[in-house]
Every structure is written in C-alpha cells, then in structure tokens.
C-alpha cells in the first residue's frame, strides 16, 4: 500500500489564523518558537494542549500551544509522483 504523503508529492497548505487554534485538528505544519518545523496529525486539542501524532509510526507527543509561532493546515495534494 502506497504511503499516505509520498516522497516528491506537493500540497497546499493554507495559515491558520491564531484564533482557529483552538479548533485545529488533522494534519497541520507547526512551527515552534524554537523555529523548529513539525508535520503531523492533531488528534487532540483541550485547554491549549495538543496532542500530536505521526501517521507512519503512530508516535504521539504533546506540545502546548503557546509554545506555537504558526500554524499552517495541510490541504489536497497538487502533485503525486507516479507509483513503481
């Protein structure tokens, strides 16, 4: 079974505005204060804690959300690469 984000493939992804942050859920680019940037899945979002999981190893991880500089929502893919 082909992965859900293929190496090579592109996507839209579309800012959040930081009073939707609240609400966010599914796959989202979060970049830290640190400047660090992380792809994954929110799966959870109470009382300004998220609750982050990756889609290939099912790893979670919990970030608070004044820990966040931006947030961006990753959409439908533009491009797809051709499978082997």
Same mark, same amino acid.
């Given at each position: 079974m082909a992965p859900r984000y293929p190496e090579r493939a592109r996507f839209v992804m579309r800012p959040v505005a930081t009073e939707?942050?609240?609400?966010?859920?599914g796959v989202h680019t979060i970049v830290l204060q640190t400047q +660090? +940037?992380?792809i994954k899945r929110i799966v959870s979002n109470l009382n300004g804690v998220l609750r982050l999981r990756s889609d290939a190893n099912g *790893? *979670?991880?919990e970030i608070m959300m004044n820990d966040i500089m931006c947030l961006w929502?990753?959409?439908e893919g533009v491009y797809y690469p051709a499978e082997d």
């Open positions: 939707n942050w609240p609400h966010a859920q +660090l +940037l992380i *790893e *979670e991880t929502k990753v959409g």
